[in-house]
């Protein structure tokens, strides 16, 4: 049999439940604010626009992004009613993003761009160096795929009616930088401090992989995994024409199991077959009633006599 990734499900039945973390740069103790925030629609030359980088230890489907912020005037001018986030590439340095043109929140070309509708959420969470610090939530609409290795940005940028005073808390755990651009002095450059953001994901790859006659097998998790929303597990890259069995648990084992690695204490067991595409799409709809903080393990484990032990 081969082994194939195996998938952590975090169903959250609130939204503050959080999806499990994926990366994270911590809120500093200390506070400070690095801006990042507009004059919506029009612009002004007091826009300011703050990039951080991250890397993923494996590949994710990134569901949920968290963050910090507060207003340096305190919003005097109008606070934030809008939010957007977007993800960049990196350049051919490897230091910044690709921009690829002025930063626009609405049209520029990005790997993905969400809108978010209202002030994401925006709860006082206390004052912190002499700042009122607020935290944010957004659940994507559509996952964000991000490779694991690879080096990514992201930019969230607050709408503002006024003057833009609104600002991301200063982060922990990254470098010490990120990349900035004022619309007033037009300079894209690093800038001193990490920014602070949290990147969640409702499924998380826990790896354990064995190759076969197929290569390396891959079990991937869509669906926001809430309670009486719908989902999928697809499975790929599988022996074709063979018998793959689907293993269900609440609680992981990691026991030695024909060369590899079973994860899960079944719970629940079915076999399907993998067809001529090595492939395997099961839908799912988590019952209502599943209570809070459940977790799931899945594995899959496919009949294959190109694999370890077959």
């Given at each position: 049999?081969?082994l ?5 499900l ?7 439940a ?14 400070g ?15 300011v626009?703050a ?5 993923l230890?494996?590949d ?5 992004v ?30 910044e ?11 520029e ?33 559509t ?11 992201i ?17 922990t755990?990254g470098n ?8 007033g002095t037009k ?23 064995l ?6 097998p ?8 809430t ?7 697809a499975?790929?890259n599988?022996?074709?024409?063979s ?41 799912f709809t ?25």
């Open positions: 049999m081969k194939l990734h195996v998938l952590i975090v169903p959250l039945i609130a939204p503050l959080a999806a499990v973390d994926v990366f994270s740069y911590p809120p500093s103790p200390t506070g604010i690095l801006g990042s925030a507009w004059l919506a629609v029009d612009g002004s030359d007091a826009d626009y990039y951080n980088d991250f890397i230890a494996g994710e489907a990134i569901t949920e968290r963050w910090r912020g507060g207003y340096t005037y305190g919003g005097l001018y109008g606070k934030a009613y809008h939010f957007t986030i977007t993800f960049f590439a990196t350049n051919v340095t490897g230091n993003p690709l921009i690829q043109s002025l930063p626009d929140p609405v049209g070309p990005c790997l993905a761009n969400y809108q978010v509708n209202g002030n994401a959420g925006e709860t006082l969470v206390g004052t912190v160096g002499g700042v009122a610090m607020y935290d944010y939530l957004h659940v994507l609409p996952p964000f795929l991000a490779t694991g290795g690879v080096k990514y940005w930019r969230i940028v607050a709408w503002q009616p006024s003057v833009p005073d609104w600002g991301l808390s200063k982060g755990g010490g930088s990120h990349f900035h651009y004022s619309t300079i894209f450059q690093n800038w001193p401090g990490d920014t602070s953001f949290t990147l969640g994901a409702a499924w998380k790859n826990l790896g354990h992989a190759g076969g006659s197929n290569g390396v891959s079990l991937v998790g869509t669906g926001r995994f309670a009486g929303a719908a989902g999928a597990l499975l790929t599988a022996k074709k024409n018998t793959a069995f689907c293993i269900v648990g609440s609680t992981a084992i990691d026991a030695p199991f024909y060369g590899g690695t079973l994860v899960p204490a079944p719970t629940i067991l079915f076999s399907v077959a993998t067809g001529s595409t090595g492939s395997v799409a099961l839908p988590l019952p209502p009633a599943a209570p809070p903080g459940l977790t799931i393990y899945v594995q899959y484990w496919i009949v294959d006599a190109g694999a370890p032990l077959g």
